[in-house]
């Protein structure tokens, strides 16, 4: 037998949990080791987050050259080259990576390239081709994140795609069928449907992004019908048929069956923590939920007091900032600090277009919990600075509580949402009243002012909208 190696922290998956784990842990004076069996950054920068967001952005610029005359310019022979559109989501990708690695040498925190197996709950065998070292370790973060969910009757291969194919197709298709119209579905469809692909979305519940306040799901949904995507919801699909040119999906709705032919067929029906397989939780005997989360308290501790676990492997949504936020919890509480998790506040965005975001309650959230809430809606064509961007279709919403004034809730959807959110997560954190909001100064013209203006309109003396 082989000697084991002494260390502090055993951090497993380098994702927006894994690595912020670490660097948090080595500034707190841990003796940290990560390991990734991929790539730095996990799904997040790799295949998820950043890679969508990189071919979004090149999407809505392309929008936007059809549609030059808008602003009285003249774009000619405007065209795609999606090869090099590729190129420059590698880039980003690759400065996104690379800056992980360099945080993580800066920090003095050891790096293994290569998978985790536990040998017990104080040991773990790190391996890849070359070495296969083993730790004994203080103790231990598991980041090991999630994958595409498969469903049977679409394995992926061939003509049907995960969203990680979906993010590297070498062309843009003529067309695609989408199972699932949640928002990593609705986001890289959209996406391709800008680029000129004929997109169709089979959605089994009866709306799309039904995580979202309706009225603004209801929002995308009108865009994406403009834009010529079929939304089919409601729909049932059962079975595909690949041929080496296209595939045929199979679906039911509303008691009729159909079929439809595409280039490719995208699967994202939700993801599957990875807590299965190699790593050896079974034989650790690490509690888990009946959906193979696993269970934590609100130090990210799992049933083995010294092994943490964090991101998309325990209960709550699945994003990359509550896995960051976890990881700095888990790793103050192994240096002895205080910390505990609140998700009072966490936000959700879709990268939509229009963008949609929201944090804490929606109104219907709030008065399911019984509270004394109202609701205030503003729309987005009040505001100049909106209207300069093209973006006059959307609105916010801020949910009050009537009693105390309190901040509870905000759903935004219009253009740059995802950044306008953060001031109603603190607000929110803050304990903010709206009147608070209604008080403070924004700059004109800006998108912030929607905010003071929704508040303004809740205290009953908008200014800019009746
Ligand atoms: P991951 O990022 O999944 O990382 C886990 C890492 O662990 C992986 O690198 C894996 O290789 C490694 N690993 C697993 N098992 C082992 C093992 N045994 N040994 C060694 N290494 C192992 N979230 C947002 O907040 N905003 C977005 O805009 C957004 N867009 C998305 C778009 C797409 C297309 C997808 C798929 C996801 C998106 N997400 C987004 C979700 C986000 O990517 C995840 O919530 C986040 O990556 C979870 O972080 P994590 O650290 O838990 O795990």
């Not at 990576?97 to 536990?118: P, R, S, Y």
């Not at 959605?203 to 995507?229: P, R």
């Not at 190699?278 to 007091?305: A, F, N, Y």
């Not at 009243?433 to 003396?461: F, K, S, V, Y």
Request: overall charge negative; glycine content about 12%; proline content about 4%.
């Amino acid at each position: 037998g082989d000697a084991s190696l002494d260390i502090d922290l055993l951090v497993i998956g380098a994702g927006p949990g894994g690595y912020v784990a670490a660097i948090r842990a080595a500034q707190l004076g841990q003796k940290v080791i990560i390991a990734d069996k991929a790539k730095w950054g996990g799904v997040c920068l790799n295949v998820g987050c950043i890679p969508s967001k990189a071919l979004i952005n090149a999407a809505h610029h392309y929008e936007a050259m059809q549609h030059a005359e808008t602003y009285g310019l003249k774009a000619e022979k405007v065209g795609v080259d999606f090869g090099k559109v590729q190129e420059y989501k590698t880039s980003v990708v690759n400065k996104m990576t690379g800056g992980v690695e360099m945080l993580l040498k800066a920090n003095k925190v050891q790096m293994f390239a290569g998978e985790v197996m536990f040998i017990n709950e104080n040991e773990a065998r790190l391996f890849n081709d070359q070495e296969a070292p083993r730790y004994r370790f203080k103790n231990c973060i598991i980041a090991t994140g999630s994958r595409p969910i498969e469903l049977k009757p679409f394995p992926y291969g061939g003509r049907i795609l995960s969203s990680t194919e979906a993010l590297s197709l070498p062309d843009v298709p003529k067309s695609l069928v989408v199972i699932g119209g949640g928002y990593i579905g609705i986001e890289l469809g959209q996406m391709y449907s800008k680029f000129g692909t004929k997109v169709t979305i089979l959605e089994g519940l009866d709306t799309i992004m039904a995580g979202f306040d309706k009225d603004m799901s209801q929002l995308v949904a009108k865009k994406l019908k403009k834009a010529n995507v079929d939304i089919v919801t409601g729909a049932k699909a059962s079975s595909a048929e690949q041929t080496d040119k296209d595939v045929t999906v199979t679906y039911e709705v509303g008691g009729e069956t159909k079929t439809v032919t595409a280039d490719y067929l995208l699967v994202t029906v939700g993801r599957r923590p990875n807590t299965d397989g190699e790593l050896g939780l079974d034989m650790l005997g690490i509690k888990m939920t009946d959906r193979g989360l696993i269970e934590v308290d609100d130090q990210c501790r799992t049933s083995i007091p010294h092994i943490f676990a964090i991101g998309d492997i325990v209960p709550g949504p699945a994003l990359a900032h509550k896995a960051s936020y976890e990881a700095k919890v888990a790793a103050e509480a192994i240096a002895g600090l205080p910390s505990k998790v609140d998700y009072k506040c966490i936000p959700a965005v879709a990268f939509s277009d229009p963008e949609c975001a929201s944090v804490g309650y929606t109104e219907k959230e709030a008065k399911e919990r019984g509270m004394n809430v109202k609701s205030s809606k503003f729309p987005f064509g009040g505001n100049g600075r909106a209207v300069t961007l093209g973006g006059a279709d959307g609105f916010m919403k801020i949910i009050h509580e009537v009693d105390t004034g309190l901040v509870v809730g905000a759903q935004i959807a219009g253009v740059e949402a995802s950044n306008m959110i953060a001031e109603m997560g603190l607000a929110i954190e803050m304990g903010a009243t709206i009147e608070d909001i209604a008080l403070t100064i924004h700059a004109h013209p800006t998108l912030g002012e929607i905010t003071m203006d929704t508040a303004e309109l809740a205290m009953g003396h908008p200014i800019h909208t009746l």
